[in-house]
C-alpha cells in the first residue's frame, strides 16, 4: 500500500481536509492511503475570525473555537514575515514521517502547500533530511516568504509535481501560484473552476487529480 501524506490549510484540520479528498481516496482504492496529520500549533479563535475578515471570507461559527483550528505555523505582519513554531512543526513531522513512512508522496493545500513546498526543498538540499517522498501536489499554495527558507529555492527543485490552481483566486493567489510552478523542474499545472477550495463540487476535477497520482 502506498500512504500520501495531507497537510490541511490555516486555520484548518484533519477531519475538514479529509472531507475534501476523501473522492480521491474512493478513486484510488485500497493501494493507497491517505493519512491527515493535524497541525501541532492551535489557533486562536480571535486570530482566525481576524483572517476571515481580512480575506472577505465567510467561515461557519461551528468552524470555529476551541479544538477546532490550527496550522503549521504562524506569520506575523512583518514583511518579510517570520513563520513563527514551524522548527515544532518540523520535528512533528519528521517524526511523523519516521512512524507512518516510507511516504510516496505528500498532498499539501494552501498553508498546507507552503509546508510541503518547505519538504520538498529539504528533501533536495540537506543530505541528512528526515523527509523521503517521491512526488508533492500543490494545491492553493505559494512559496515560503520567510527569508530562511528561501535560500532553499535558489536552485529548481527536481522533485515532480502537480500545482492545482483555482481560476477564481485573486490575481495575487494566480501570480504566487505560477511562481510556486517555476519553482520546480518537473511541475505540471491544473485550473480548475474555483476559488480558494479545493473541487470538491467538480468531480472530473477530482478525478484528475487521482489519475495523475496513479500515473506516478
Known amino acids: 500500500m502506498k500512504t500520501i501524506l495531507c497537510l490541511h490549510g490555516y486555520a484548518m484540520n ?4 479529509q472531507s475534501w479528498l476523501d473522492p480521491i481516496q474512493q478513486r484510488l482504492g485500497k493501494d493507497y492511503q491517505l493519512l491527515y496529520p493535524q497541525g501541532p500549533i492551535e489557533c486562536p479563535a480571535e486570530e482566525v475570525r481576524a483572517m476571515t475578515a481580512r480575506f472577505n471570507m ?4 461551528e468552524r ?3 479544538g477546532k483550528n490550527w496550522c503549521w505555523y504562524r506569520a506575523d ?22 512512524t507512518h513512512g516510507p511516504i510516496e508522496g505528500v498532498i499539501g493545500w494552501s498553508q498546507g502547500a507552503v509546508m510541503t513546498a518547505i ?9 541528512e533530511s528526515n523527509f523521503s517522498f517521491n512526488w508533492a501536489m500543490l494545491c492553493g499554495g505559494f512559496l515560503p516568504g ?7 529555492f535558489a536552485q529548481p527543485l527536481t522533485l515532480p509535481t502537480l500545482h492545482v490552481t ?19 523542474v518537473d511541475a505540471e499545472r491544473l485550473d480548475t473552476p474555483c476559488g480558494h477550495i479545493m473541487p470538491v463540487k467538480y468531480p472530473d476535477y477530482m478525478n484528475k487529480i487521482a489519475d495523475w497520482i496513479i500515473k506516478r
Open 14 to 17: 484533519s477531519e475538514w481536509l
Open 58 to 61: 465567510t467561515l461557519p461559527e
Open 64 to 66: 470555529i473555537g476551541k
Open 77 to 98: 505582519e512583518a514583511k518579510p514575515p517570520t513563520y513563527h513554531q514551524i522548527e515544532t512543526t518540523l520535528d512533528f513531522l519528521a517524526d511523523y514521517f519516521s
Open 119 to 127: 519538504l520538498a526543498a529539504l528533501r533536495q538540499n540537506e543530505p
Open 146 to 152: 520567510d527569508p530562511r527558507y528561501r535560500p532553499q
Open 166 to 184: 483555482g481560476t477564481q483566486e485573486s490575481d495575487f493567489m494566480q501570480q504566487q501560484a505560477t511562481k510556486m510552478c517555476a519553482a520546480f
